[in-house]
C-alpha cells in the first residue's frame, strides 16, 4: 500500500523487491523503496525521480497522480542515480517544466546527463522560498549528507520535511515494519551516510529551526508519528556516541582456534554482567559489523596472523571502519599466531589512524590453539574491556 502523504502530496515512488545489492555493495534482502513524491497545487512540483531499475511503475504512478495535468517543477535534492536516473525522461516528457536546485546541482547535472537544461535552472539558495499556490517550499543546503549538492525542501503550510537520504532505511514498504525501523535505518546509516557526522550534525540544527510534521525520506517509510525518536537517533548516530552499552567481540578464524577463544571470552563478558554481539568478520555482511561497531561502546577484536600480517576478513573490516570515520570508542585485541604472531601489532597499528580510540590491555596472544595458561590473560582482557 503507497503511504498517504495528505490531500494534495502523493507518495508516487516505486519498491524494488527483486535487487540483490544496494550500491552494488549492501545486501538487502527486504528490498528497497525509492521514493519520489508530487504536490498538486497551482503549481505542479514533483519531488526528485527515482532509480532506473524503477522507472516503469514511477511513471504509472506519477501519470496516475497528475491526472492528465502537466508538471510545472522538478526538485533535485540529490544527484545520485538511485533518485536521480529519470531527470532527463521526465524533462523530455515535459518540455515546459523547470529544474530546481542548487549552483552544486547544475554544476554536476551535465556529468550525469549530456544535455543542455540551462535554460530550464531555477537555481535556489540557503533559505529560499518559493510558492506554489497553497503550499510554499524553503529550501535548506546539505552539503555531504552524502554529496556535496543534496538539500532538504520543508513544506511550510503542511510541515513536512523532505529530507532527502537523511531519515532513509533498507527495505522496500511492502516487507516495512514500522515496530523496527533502527535496525535498517542504522545500517543504512552508518554506512551510507556514516563518515559526514559533523555535517548531519549540521543539518540537525538547521532542523531543529523547523516546526515539523512529517519527515518523507528519499528511502523507507513516511515518518509522522514520535518525530523525536527518530531525530533523537540521528542526533546519537552523528555524534559518534555509542547507542547502547555492550562489547562487540568480532573474530576472524582460520581453521576454528580463533573462533574457540572469542567464544570463551565472549562467556567471560557476559559473566560479568555485559551484553556482548558476537560476530564472525568472515561470514557476517560487512554492513552489518559496521552497524554493531557503531551501535556499541566497546569492542574487542580477534584475528589470526596471515602471511605475516592480519587474516584478511579483519584486515577488510578495519579498512571499513576507517572508511566510516570510526571514533570514540574502547578496544581489546586478541590474536592468534602458530610461530609469529602479528596479528595484534598490525591491528594496533591501523586503529591508531582513527580518532579517540582507547586501547585496552592486556593484548592477548593465543598460540595455535587456547589453552589453560592463556585463561589468566583472557580474564584480564574481559575485566578491563568491562570497566567502566
Known amino acids: 500500500m503507497k503511504p498517504v502523504i495528505t490531500n494534495d502530496i502523493l507518495y508516487i515512488g516505486t519498491d524494488d523487491t527483486t535487487i540483490d545489492l544496494f550500491e552494488s555493495q549492501y545486501p538487502v534482502p527486504e528490498g528497497v523503496s525509492y521514493n519520489s513524491y508530487l504536490i498538486l497545487d497551482e503549481k505542479i512540483t514533483v519531488m526528485d525521480t527515482v532509480d532506473a531499475r ?25 544527484l545520485e542515480p538511485d533518485h536521480a536516473a529519470n531527470i ?19 554544476s554536476m547535472l551535465p556529468q550525469f546527463f549530456h544535455k543542455d537544461f540551462s535554460t530550464r535552472q531555477v537555481v535556489v539558495k540557503e533559505g529560499d522560498t518559493l510558492s506554489l ?9 546539505a552539503p555531504m549528507v552524502h554529496w556535496p549538492e543534496v538539500m532538504v525542501t520543508y513544506e511550510q503550510s503542511e510541515k513536512i520535511l523532505f529530507s532527502a537520504d537523511g531519515f532513509g532505511k533498507f527495505g522496500a ?44 525520506p528519499l528511502h523507507g517509510p513516511v515518518l509522522r508519528e514520535n518525530l523525536g525518536y527518530y531525530i533523537g537517533l540521528y542526533d546519537t548516530w552523528s555524534s559518534y556516541k555509542a547507542e547502547k552499552s ?23 563478558v557476559e559473566a560479568k554482567g555485559e551484553k556482548v554481539e558476537l560476530c564472525d568478520v568472515s561470514r557476517t555482511m560487512v554492513s552489518e559489523l559496521i552497524e554493531s561497531a557503531f551501535e556499541y561502546d ?65 593484548v592477548v596472544t593465543i598460540k595455535s590453539s587456547m589453552s589453560e595458561e592463556d585463561i589468566p590473560q583472557m580474564e584480564a582482557l574481559a575485566a578491563a574491556i568491562c570497566e567502566k
Open 133 to 141: 499556490g497553497k503550499h510554499s517550499l524553503q529550501f535548506f543546503m
Open 54 to 78: 524503477g522507472t516503469e511503475d514511477w511513471l504509472s504512478n506519477l501519470k496516475e497522480g497528475l491526472n492528465g495535468k502537466s508538471p510545472d517543477y522538478l526538485v533535485i535534492s540529490h
Open 173 to 216: 514498504l511492502v516487507n516495512d515494519d514500522p515496530e523496527d525501523w533502527a535496525c535498517e535505518a542504522r545500517r543504512y546509516y552508518f554506512n551510507i551516510v556514516g563518515k559526514y557526522g559533523v555535517q548531519v550534525q549540521a543539518l540537525l540544527k538547521k532542523a531543529a529551526t523547523l516546526d515539523i510534521s512529517v519527515i518523507c
Open 298 to 362: 566497546r569492542m574487542i577484536l580477534a584475528a589470526a596472523t596471515y602471511d605475516a600480517g592480519i587474516f584478511s576478513p579483519m584486515e577488510d573490516f578495519i579498512h571499513h571502519l576507517q572508511a566510516k570515520g570510526f571514533k570514540n570508542r574502547k578496544i581489546g585485541l586478541m590474536e592468534n599466531g602458530s610461530w609469529g604472531p602479528m596479528a595484534a601489532k598490525k591491528m594496533r597499528e591501523e586503529l591508531e589512524t582513527l580518532k579517540d580510540i582507547t586501547f585496552v590491555d592486556p
Open 88 to 106: 532527463a525522461t521526465l524533462a523530455e516528457m515535459y518540455p515546459d517544466m523547470k529544474l530546481i536546485g542548487n549552483t552544486k546541482t547544475f
Open 246 to 268: 555492550g562489547v562487540v567481540i568480532a573474530y576472524a578464524s582460520i581453521h576454528g582456534n580463533t573462533k574457540k577463544a572469542a567464544e570463551k571470552l565472549a562467556e567471560m
